[in-house]
């Protein structure tokens, strides 16, 4: 495989935490990082990545959750590429965190968390499959999930918090598989990767990685990438985690 990453990348959810360090490493390399936030006009460090990086970084509005912004940005990457080498899938919210328990979970909660972290990426891999799928006749291309290791059924044991979160989850890491099986046969490449523990919003200043070791390791993966790997569920280091 040729190195997606040095091609027309997208990243979700670039304005803070692990996104905004993707747009950051890939920036200096790639030909063009497409990044997409909520809110463009509030994200002032992807911004100033973005004057730093003119030719490279462009920022685009893209709520996940929103199929209209979904089929808005499939026609900005077709039209001014035509291709996509690298969809990086990490956009994703922690539902209700350590307080969603068994006995406080709620509805609103679970739909939420399965919108934004498992029906989200599913439905922008395949509005911007054509486009996969156009480079990967070209050289190869990848899609990663950004999913995580408590998305995994094997290793969950005993009652636990992060109820909805897991559950999404586990939704997403299926979803990846059966999004590998549909477009491994045309050369697309997708994977399930668990970033680590990062030192982020969402994980918290306890936790092991900074999000440059994470992301530094993920781009490493992707770009040790082989045909033999789409549907795995990866570790940020290359590792492998069961379902
Ligand atoms: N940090 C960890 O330890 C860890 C571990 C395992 C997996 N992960 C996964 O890694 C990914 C990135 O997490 P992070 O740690 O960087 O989290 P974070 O710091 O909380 O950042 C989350 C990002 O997702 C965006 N986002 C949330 N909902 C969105 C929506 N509906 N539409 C568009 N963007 C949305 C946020 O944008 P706003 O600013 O607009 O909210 C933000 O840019 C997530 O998928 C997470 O589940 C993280």
Redesign the pocket.
């Known amino acids: 495989m040729t190195d997606p990453t040095e091609g027309i990348v997208l990243v979700?959810?670039?304005?803070?935490?692990?996104?905004l360090e993707m747009v950051r490493q890939l920036a200096p390399s790639a030909r063009a990082v497409i990044a997409t936030?909520?809110?463009p006009a509030e994200a002032r460090e992807l911004n100033a990545l973005a004057n730093a990086h003119p030719e490279t970084v462009q920022v685009e509005k893209?709520?996940?959750?929103n199929t209209d912004q979904i089929d808005r940005l499939r026609s900005v990457v077709e039209e001014q590429y035509g291709a996509l080498d690298l969809l990086l899938n990490?956009?994703?919210?922690n539902g209700g965190g350590t307080a969603d328990t068994f006995d406080t979970v709620e509805m609103e909660t679970l739909v939420q968390t399965f919108r934004?972290?498992a029906a989200?990426p599913h439905l922008l891999t395949r509005a911007l499959a054509p486009m996969l799928r156009s480079s990967a006749a070209d050289g190869s291309s990848a899609v990663v999930n950004?999913?995580?290791q408590l998305g995994s059924i094997a290793n969950t044991k005993g009652r636990g918090t992060w109820q909805s979160y897991k559950a999404s989850k586990a939704a997403l890491n299926m979803l990846s598989r059966l999004e590998a099986h549909e477009l491994r046969s045309d050369g697309v490449v997708v994977v399930a990767m668990?970033?680590?523990?990062?030192q982020?919003?969402?994980?918290g200043s306890n936790?092991h990685l900074t999000p440059e070791a994470s992301v530094a390791g993920i781009l490493d993966v992707v770009r040790s990438l082989t045909p033999q790997d789409a549907g795995r569920f990866l570790t940020h280091d290359g590792g492998e985690l069961p379902w």
């Open positions: 979700t959810g670039s304005n803070r935490g692990l996104g936030c909520r809110r893209l709520e996940v959750t990490n956009a994703g919210i934004v972290n989200a950004i999913t995580s668990h970033p680590g523990w990062v982020t919003d969402m994980g936790a």
